[in-house]
C-alpha cells in the first residue's frame, strides 16, 4: 500500500511539473556592453538563446537602443558619438523574431564616457528619427507591437518647422474607450531636453491671442504670422477626450527653428490586452505651441499582437456589435518583411475572403511599397495588382524592390517590411456569426508564408420587445386570462440562445354572503314594579352574521429559463421553465348584528296576538371584525412552443401549450404576439 501511494505522489508532482505556467519560468533578461572606442562608444547585446518556432523561418533578434542624449538606433552593435565626454544612461530593447519566448526585459545603465574628447563628430553623424517625414512638426513610432505583459516603447518626435523659438505642451493620449478595459499602464517618460511632466486635468491654458501674438513678434515671417490651425487647442483636447481614456503631458520650451526632439515612453502592455489579439489600435500625440499657430496631431496604428512575428494580418474589431452592421466597415492590414538574402521584386498576398464581407466592394485604403493600382495590360512599372478569385483577395505588388534583412549593406530593417490595407463592407444577407482572415505571403518564387488567423466575433447585443396574449384551459372557459410581458433576448442570434419573460396579470374578486341568520323564540317574564302593578312582557330577539372576502391577485409568469433557436427568419421554437408567482390580498369582514325588542302582553296569557303587544324599546347591537392576509404561491411549469414571423427582430405570433405541475386544470394554451426591437 505504502508502494502504491508513493507511485501516485511521483505521479502528481511530474504531472505538476508539465502544467505549470510558462511565466513561472525564469524571466528572460537583457543585457550589453559598451566600450569607449576612440571619440565614441561601442555597444555590443549580451541575450538569452532564442527559442525556434518549429516551421517557420531562423529566429533573430531585432535591436533598440536609447543612447540617454535624445538619439536612437536599431543597429546590433551601434558605434556612438556623444557630443560630451560625460556619463549618460542607455537604454536596451531586444525583440525576438520567430521567437517561442517572452522578450527578454528591457535593460537600463549607465555607460563610460569615450575615450577622447568629442569633436563635431556627433553634429554631423545624425541618427534615424521619428518623423513621418521631414517636413512634419509631429511623429509617432511604435518600436515593437505591442504584446500582452510585455513592455511597450514609443517614440515621440516632434520639431519646429516654424521660424522663430517655439515653447508649448506635447500630450500623448492611449487606452481607447471604444475598450471596456484600457491596454497600456504607463511606466516611464526618459526626457533629455528639459521637458516638464504636468499632471492635472486636460485643459489648455492659453498665453496670448493670435493678434497679441502678431504684436508682439514684429518682423516674423508674414506666412507664418498669418497661420490659423485647422483647430483649437481645446477643440483637438475636447476631441481627445472622448477617443481616449488616459493621457500624460509635457511642457517644452526653446525649440530652435528647424531643432527636431525625441522623447521616449514605456509602457506596460496590460494582460487584459489578450483578448484584443490581432485587433488594430491607435495611440495619439498633440503637438501645441504656445503661440496656437501650431495644434498638430499624429495617430499611430499598432497591431496587438500574439508572437512578434513580423508576417502578421489584423483586423480592425475583434468584437462589433450587429445592431446597424451595415453602416460598419472592417479594415484589414497584412504586414511582410523580406528575411531573404537578396531583394524581392514581386510580393503576392493571398487573404481569404471573410463569410459575410462583400469581397466585390473591397477598397484599397494604403500599401508599401507605395504604389499605384496595375492596369489591366502589363507594365514595366511598380504597381500593386488586386483580384478576386474563389472567395480569396489576392494582392500583388509587382516590380518592386523590397531589401532582405540577410542582404548585404542593408541595416535599415524598415524597407524590408512592407503592407497592405484595405476595407470589406458588410453583405446584404450577412450572418451573426464569429469569421476570421487569413493570409499567405509568397516572395518571389519561395514557399508561401502562412499568417496568423484575425477573426471577428459579434457582441450578444439586447433585443428588449413587448408581449400581449392569452392563456386559454380547454376544459375550464371560466380560468381564461390575458397578460401583458416583456421579452429580452439577445439581438438577432443564429445560434442557440437564451430567452427571458416576464408576463403580468391582474385579478380582483369579491365574495359576500350573509346566509347564517339566527331568531330566538319569544321569552316571556313577568315584571312587578314598585306600585305592585304585575306586569307581563315578552322579549323577541334575532341574531344575523354577514361575511365579506376581498380578494386582489396579482399573478406574474416568469421565463427564467428558455433555450431557442431560430432556424429561419420566419421560423423559432424553444422550450423552458415557467414560475407562476401569485401575490394574494385578502382583506376579510364579518359582520354581527342582535336585534332585541320588547312588549309587554295586554293580557296575561302568551298566546295574545302579536299585533296586540305593546313594543316598550328596541335594542340593537352591532359587532365588525376585520382581517387582512397577504400570502405569495409559486407554482412550476413547463412549455414548448412555436414562433411565426420576424422572429429575430419585428413581429411574430407565438402559441405555447403549457404544462403546469402543481395546479389543476395542468393544461392550458398560450397565443401571443410580441414586437422584438
Request: aromatic fraction near 12%; hydrophobic fraction near 40%; include cysteine.
Amino acid at each position: 500500500m505504502q508502494h502504491q501511494l508513493l507511485i501516485i505522489l511521483l505521479a502528481l508532482i511530474h504531472a505538476a511539473a508539465n502544467i505549470l505556467p510558462a511565466q513561472n519560468a525564469p524571466e528572460r533578461q537583457s543585457d550589453f556592453i559598451s566600450k569607449p572606442e576612440a571619440a565614441g562608444v561601442r555597444f555590443a547585446p549580451v541575450l538569452p538563446p532564442l527559442i525556434q518556432i518549429a516551421g517557420a523561418p531562423s529566429a533573430y533578434y531585432d535591436y533598440y537602443w536609447e543612447f540617454g542624449d535624445g538619439t536612437f538606433d536599431f543597429e546590433k552593435d551601434p558605434l556612438h558619438y556623444y557630443a560630451d565626454s560625460s556619463e549618460h544612461e542607455v537604454f536596451f530593447l531586444a525583440t525576438g523574431k520567430y521567437d517561442n519566448g517572452k522578450a527578454p526585459r528591457s535593460r537600463k545603465k549607465k555607460t563610460p564616457p569615450p575615450r577622447e574628447k568629442p569633436g563635431g563628430i556627433a553634429s554631423v553623424v545624425k541618427g534615424p528619427n521619428a518623423l513621418p517625414h521631414e517636413s512634419a512638426p509631429l511623429g509617432l513610432k511604435a518600436v515593437r507591437n505591442p504584446r500582452a505583459g510585455e513592455e511597450w516603447v514609443g517614440i515621440v518626435a516632434y520639431a519646429n518647422q516654424s521660424p522663430i523659438v517655439q515653447s508649448g505642451e506635447l500630450y500623448l493620449f492611449f487606452n481607447q474607450r471604444e475598450y471596456k478595459k484600457g491596454h497600456f499602464n504607463f511606466l516611464e517618460s526618459r526626457t533629455h531636453y528639459g521637458e516638464k511632466e504636468l499632471s492635472g486635468n486636460l485643459t489648455w491654458h492659453a498665453p496670448l491671442t493670435f493678434d497679441a501674438w502678431a504684436a508682439a513678434l514684429p518682423g516674423v515671417s508674414d506666412w507664418y504670422a498669418a497661420m490659423r490651425p485647422s483647430q483649437s487647442p481645446d477643440e483637438a483636447l475636447s476631441q481627445l477626450e472622448t477617443e481616449y481614456a488616459s493621457f500624460k503631458s509635457w511642457q517644452f520650451a526653446g525649440l530652435q527653428a528647424g531643432d527636431l526632439r525625441h522623447l521616449f515612453v514605456s509602457f506596460e502592455a496590460t494582460p487584459e490586452m489578450l483578448a484584443d489579439t490581432h485587433a488594430i489600435i491607435t495611440m495619439s500625440a498633440l503637438l501645441v505651441s504656445d503661440d496656437q499657430r501650431v495644434v498638430e496631431r499624429y495617430d499611430l496604428e499598432m497591431e496587438i499582437v500574439a508572437s512578434h512575428d513580423p508576417n502578421y494580418i489584423a483586423v480592425s474589431k475583434r468584437r462589433m456589435g450587429f445592431r446597424r452592421i451595415r453602416n460598419k466597415d472592417l479594415v484589414y492590414k497584412v504586414h511582410f518583411q523580406n528575411n531573404g538574402e537578396g531583394p524581392a521584386s514581386t510580393v503576392e498576398i493571398t487573404c481569404d475572403a471573410p463569410t459575410g464581407l462583400n469581397a466585390a466592394q473591397m477598397q484599397v485604403l494604403d500599401a508599401y511599397p507605395q504604389s499605384l493600382l496595375c492596369p489591366s495590360q502589363t507594365v514595366e512599372w511598380s504597381c500593386l495588382d488586386t483580384t478576386f478569385q474563389d472567395n480569396k483577395l489576392v494582392f500583388t505588388f509587382r516590380n518592386i524592390y523590397l531589401p532582405g534583412t540577410r542582404q548585404e549593406g542593408v541595416s535599415d530593417r524598415d524597407s524590408t517590411k512592407g503592407f497592405v490595407k484595405f476595407r470589406l463592407l458588410p453583405d446584404k444577407k450577412i450572418k451573426k456569426q464569429a469569421f476570421a482572415s487569413r493570409a499567405s505571403i509568397v516572395f518571389d518564387k519561395n514557399p508561401p508564408i502562412r499568417t496568423n488567423s484575425a477573426g471577428t466575433a459579434f457582441k450578444a447585443g439586447f433585443s428588449p420587445g413587448v408581449m400581449l396574449g392569452g392563456n386559454f384551459f380547454p376544459s375550464d372557459s371560466g380560468l381564461n386570462q390575458y397578460f401583458v410581458g416583456l421579452v429580452a433576448a439577445p439581438f438577432k442570434p443564429y445560434r442557440h440562445f437564451l430567452q427571458w419573460e416576464a408576463m403580468f396579470r391582474f385579478r380582483v374578486a369579491t365574495i359576500e354572503f350573509s346566509g347564517e341568520i339566527d331568531t330566538f323564540p319569544p321569552r316571556p317574564y313577568t315584571l312587578i314594579e314598585n306600585t305592585g302593578d304585575v306586569q307581563f312582557r315578552i322579549v323577541d330577539s334575532i341574531k344575523t352574521i354577514g361575511h365579506i372576502d376581498n380578494r386582489s391577485t396579482l399573478l406574474l409568469s416568469l421565463v427564467p429559463l428558455q433555450l431557442r433557436k431560430n432556424w429561419t427568419g420566419w421560423l423559432s421554437t424553444g422550450v423552458g421553465l415557467m414560475l407562476n408567482i401569485e401575490f394574494i390580498s385578502t382583506k376579510t369582514r364579518d359582520n354581527e348584528n342582535i336585534r332585541r325588542i320588547e312588549y309587554r302582553s295586554p293580557e296575561p296569557e302568551l298566546n295574545a296576538p302579536r299585533e296586540f303587544w305593546f313594543p316598550l324599546f328596541e335594542d340593537t347591537q352591532d359587532f365588525i371584525n376585520t382581517e387582512t392576509e397577504k400570502s405569495v404561491m409559486v407554482r412550476p411549469a413547463l412549455f414548448a412552443d412555436i414562433h411565426l414571423g420576424m422572429v429575430r427582430k419585428g413581429p411574430a405570433l407565438g402559441i405555447r401549450p403549457v404544462l403546469r405541475l402543481a395546479q389543476k386544470p395542468a393544461f392550458y394554451v398560450s397565443v401571443f404576439t410580441y414586437w422584438k426591437f
